[in-house]
């Protein structure tokens, strides 16, 4: 794609990093056939190289955002897809970063917006606040039906449907310590406690923790790391998620100061695509790249961690047949395809993949909370797909996408830790039946 932009213009490092990026487009269109959005609502708008145009577009004029850009942006889901259908290595990930962090510079959003947005900001990432406004929730579910009929509160009714009726108890290994492997020691590695997940399904991280420690793996929860920033980060809100990253980096950096570490292990695969883009975001900020790259150098999804390791045989097999749903943030933006199914074949499940899985469920991030009306065709779109596997039990190693299928799905959805814990001696996952378990010989 020609582009014309001034000397001026490039020699903002942001500008010029997009610049490079749009160089690449050819206009071939590949993406539009894999975008979610474009699929739903048939717009080229709303279509990767639609917003490539927009992007562009106010870019190269140095211009503030409208509301058409706004619009078309706010709808991509950024799961992309699209960079996996790419044949020209467009990264729009970081282009559509960009374009957010100028919408936000620029665009005067309304009343309502700036508030649900400043919201969610305020609450999302920090699991204390996210816990009580949970709690709050059961004073707004009889308005539901009130705010669904005003548009600018629909976002208020998507939250409070997505609300939990029931919270669990905050977990003591989301506390600063260190966990000792059992038997010979095999690693030692860290793992990001978050913030939403934390609160919405601390078991994912405690059953990770049995796990690799059974494996004789040392996991160390750092004293200072939280939120990765990836929610405020697809708000187009720089400074906070910036912000976060340092502070991981700070804390990731002790640890490997105080015994060293061989991964950082994430467990929601969202947060996972945003550490390992660490090295990008902080890229111009002097005290921390360098840092920044080790710490996304070490940054692996569980599934992708235990692959690498020389596991025993499964303590029982339970032959159950599992739909395996790869998020978005799992095999588009970190390329990890293989390795889950792999590990639960091994460990005696029955992996079934569904129908169009490269399409997104609809959760990214805070998109079911922001554009509740797409974000609902989507998962209906992938919930029924699923259901037409046959299988007992949904896998998945996303908290937003287990919240979201499990809101309109039949069968279980849990994420795929939970059941490679069982398959290797650990407590059978609430609510995944027990389908004839068959003991590993």
Same mark, same amino acid.
């Given at each position: 794609?020609?582009?014309?932009?001034?000397?001026?213009?490039?020699?903002?490092?942001?500008?010029?990093?997009?610049?490079?990026?749009?160089?690449?487009?050819?206009? &071939?269109?590949?993406?539009?056939?894999?975008?979610?959005?474009?699929?739903?609502?048939?717009?080229?708008?709303?279509?990767?190289?639609?917003?490539?145009?927009?992007?562009?577009?106010?870019?190269?004029?140095?211009?503030?955002?409208?509301?058409?850009?706004?619009?078309?942006? #706010?709808?991509?889901?950024?799961?992309?897809?699209?960079?996996?259908? &790419?044949?020209? @290595? !467009?990264?729009? /990930?970081?282009?559509?970063?960009?374009?957010?962090?100028?919408?936000?510079?620029?665009?005067?959003?309304?009343?309502?917006?700036?508030?649900?947005?400043? /919201?969610?900001?305020?609450?999302?990432?920090?699991?204390?606040?996210?816990?009580?406004?949970?709690?709050?929730?059961?004073? @707004?579910?009889?308005?539901?039906?009130?705010?669904?009929?005003?548009?600018?509160?629909?976002?208020?009714?998507?939250?409070?449907?997505?609300?939990? +009726?029931?919270?669990?108890?905050?977990?003591?290994?989301?506390?600063?310590?260190?966990?000792?492997?059992? @038997?010979?020691?095999?690693?030692?590695?860290?793992?990001?406690?978050?913030?939403?997940?934390?609160?919405? #399904?601390?078991?994912?991280?405690?059953?990770?923790?049995?796990? +690799?420690?059974?494996?004789?793996?040392? !996991?160390?929860?750092?004293?200072?790391?939280?939120?990765?920033?990836?929610?405020?980060?697809?708000?187009?809100?720089?400074? *906070?998620?910036?912000? $976060? %990253?340092?502070?991981?980096?700070?804390?990731? /950096?002790?640890?490997?100061? *105080?015994?060293?570490?061989?991964?950082?292990?994430?467990?929601?695969?969202?947060?996972?695509?945003?550490?390992?883009?660490?090295?990008?975001?902080?890229?111009?900020?002097?005290?921390?790249?360098?840092?920044?790259?080790?710490?996304?150098?070490?940054?692996?999804?569980?599934?992708?961690?235990?692959?690498?390791?020389?596991?025993?045989?499964?303590?029982?097999?339970?032959?159950?047949?599992?739909?395996?749903?790869?998020?978005?943030? /799992? *095999?588009?933006?970190?390329?990890?395809?293989?390795?889950?199914?792999?590990?639960?074949?091994?460990?005696?499940?029955?992996?079934?993949?569904?129908?169009?899985?490269?399409?997104?469920?609809?959760?990214?991030?805070?998109?079911?909370?922001?554009?509740?009306?797409?974000?609902?065709?989507?998962?209906?779109?992938?919930?029924?797909?699923?259901?037409?596997?046959? %299988?007992? !039990?949904?896998?998945?190693?996303?908290?937003?996408?287990?919240?979201?299928?499990? $809101?309109?799905?039949?069968?279980?959805? !849990?994420?795929?830790?939970?059941?490679?814990?069982?398959?290797?001696?650990?407590? *059978?996952?609430? @609510?995944?039946?027990? $389908?004839?378990?068959?003991?590993?010989?």
């Amino acid at each position: 794609m020609q582009t014309n932009f001034t000397s001026a213009q490039l020699a903002d490092p942001h500008v010029a990093e997009s610049e490079k990026i749009l160089r690449k487009c050819v206009h &071939c269109g590949f993406c539009t056939a894999t975008c979610p959005t474009y699929v739903t609502l048939g717009n080229e708008l709303d279509s990767p190289r639609g917003r490539i145009y927009l992007i562009k577009d106010m870019l190269e004029n140095g211009r503030p955002a409208d509301k058409e850009i706004v619009t078309h942006i #706010d709808r991509c889901l950024s799961c992309l897809a699209c960079m996996t259908t &790419c044949p020209s @290595g !467009v990264n729009y /990930m970081h282009l559509v970063d960009h374009a957010r962090a100028h919408i936000e510079e620029t665009y005067k959003r309304p009343l309502l917006d700036r508030m649900t947005r400043a /919201m969610l900001a305020f609450v999302l990432p920090y699991p204390n606040r996210f816990r009580a406004a949970l709690k709050l929730a059961g004073f @707004g579910r009889p308005f539901i039906g009130l705010f669904e009929k005003l548009p600018a509160l629909k976002p208020v009714a998507a939250m409070l449907k997505l609300a939990p +009726l029931s919270i669990p108890p905050a977990s003591p290994t989301a506390s600063p310590g260190v966990h000792a492997g059992q @038997g010979a020691k095999r690693g030692r590695v860290a793992i990001l406690t978050g913030c939403a997940q934390s609160v919405l #399904d601390p078991a994912i991280n405690e059953t990770t923790i049995s796990l +690799l420690t059974r494996l004789g793996v040392e !996991v160390v929860v750092p004293e200072g790391e939280g939120c990765c920033g990836a929610l405020v980060h697809h708000m187009g809100r720089e400074d *906070q998620a910036l912000a $976060s %990253a340092r502070r991981n980096v700070d804390a990731w /950096m002790r640890a490997i100061e *105080q015994g060293g570490l061989d991964a950082i292990i994430i467990t929601a695969s969202g947060c996972g695509t945003t550490i390992k883009d660490y090295g990008f975001m902080l890229r111009l900020d002097s005290a921390y790249s360098e840092k920044a790259e080790r710490v996304s150098a070490l940054a692996k999804d569980v599934t992708e961690y235990l692959a690498s390791l020389d596991l025993p045989e499964p303590v029982r097999k339970p032959g159950t047949i599992v739909a395996y749903h790869s998020a978005c943030s /799992m *095999q588009h933006g970190q390329k990890i395809t293989r390795q889950p199914k792999e590990l639960l074949t091994k460990a005696g499940f029955v992996v079934r993949e569904p129908r169009e899985g490269h399409l997104c469920c609809g959760s990214a991030g805070t998109y079911n909370i922001l554009q509740s009306e797409i974000s609902a065709k989507l998962r209906d779109r992938k919930v029924s797909n699923i259901e037409a596997t046959g %299988a007992s !039990v949904v896998a998945t190693g996303n908290i937003g996408c287990i919240t979201q299928i499990a $809101s309109a799905a039949k069968l279980p959805v !849990v994420h795929t830790i939970k059941l490679l814990d069982w398959a290797y001696g650990g407590p *059978q996952p609430e @609510g995944v039946a027990d $389908s004839g378990l068959i003991a590993a010989e």
